[in-house]
């Protein structure tokens, strides 16, 4: 069964700095991968998705997304946040041919001025 | 937005009650998915339908049962409610299974 796993519950970061964060997969079969995003009070939202293909993803609101393989890594990047980032930002996994889409544990980007 | 709309937005019961969350959509998706949100857990999966009358487990089906009746909706009910079920919950649908959208959620609390 596929699992996801983001090590990082919370990352603090100034505002205009770059931020990374972290997530690994794990599924004996190929894997759908995806990001969303979560405002406070709100439901998720889609911010960018890996089905095939290139293995560089570029999202909304300046995010990209690089898919590895060999390390079952997708891990989430923006190269200078602002304020209006603050949320909670969730990893996903689907396997080919499933229907079921499996979240990780979340990671809360707080960022400061 | 997608149209889903959960009902109701808050509720409050005791122990041992049962409750029934309800998921409506006019979109028309094929798949529907009821999910919890916890501290510490991130969104965990409860039960899912792809199609009406077709639903299958998730992560964390004990205590929960759906149904799907119609296209439209998805209901999820906790058949004895206990507080460790005291949670967020949040109903997606999908076309195809790469994309959800999420609706607002649910609170519920159990005292």
């Known amino acids: 069964a596929q699992s996801v796993t983001q090590l990082d519950s919370q990352v603090p970061v100034f505002e205009e700095a770059p931020v990374e964060l972290r997530c690994n997969y794990s599924?004996?079969?190929?894997?759908?991968l995806f990001w969303y995003v979560q405002y406070p009070n709100q439901g998720l939202q889609l911010l960018l998705k890996y089905l095939s293909g290139s293995t560089l993803v570029k999202g909304i609101n300046g995010f990209e997304a690089e898919f590895n393989k060999s390390q079952t890594s997708f891990h989430l990047r923006k190269p200078s946040v602002h304020i209006s980032d603050t949320a909670e930002y969730f990893c996903a996994v689907s396997e080919l041919n499933t229907d079921k889409l499996i979240f990780g544990t979340g990671t809360r980007l707080q960022v400061f001025p | 937005d997608a149209g889903i709309t959960q009902s109701p937005r808050h509720k409050v019961t005791e122990t041992g009650t049962p409750v029934t969350l309800r998921c409506h959509q006019t979109?028309?998706?094929?798949?529907m998915y009821w999910y919890r949100q916890d501290p510490g857990h991130g969104l965990r999966l409860i039960h899912y339908?792809?199609?009406?009358?077709?639903?299958d487990k998730g992560e964390v089906s004990d205590g929960y049962s759906v149904s799907r009746s119609k296209t439209e909706d998805f209901l999820l009910t906790l058949e004895s409610a206990t507080s460790s079920q005291t949670s967020v919950y949040f109903c997606a649908i999908s076309e195809s299974g790469e994309k959800l959208f999420f609706g607002s959620g649910t609170q519920l609390s159990v005292l």
């Open positions: 599924s004996s079969v190929s894997v759908y």
């Open positions: 339908s792809y199609g009406v009358k077709d639903t």
């Open positions: 979109e028309n998706h094929r798949y």
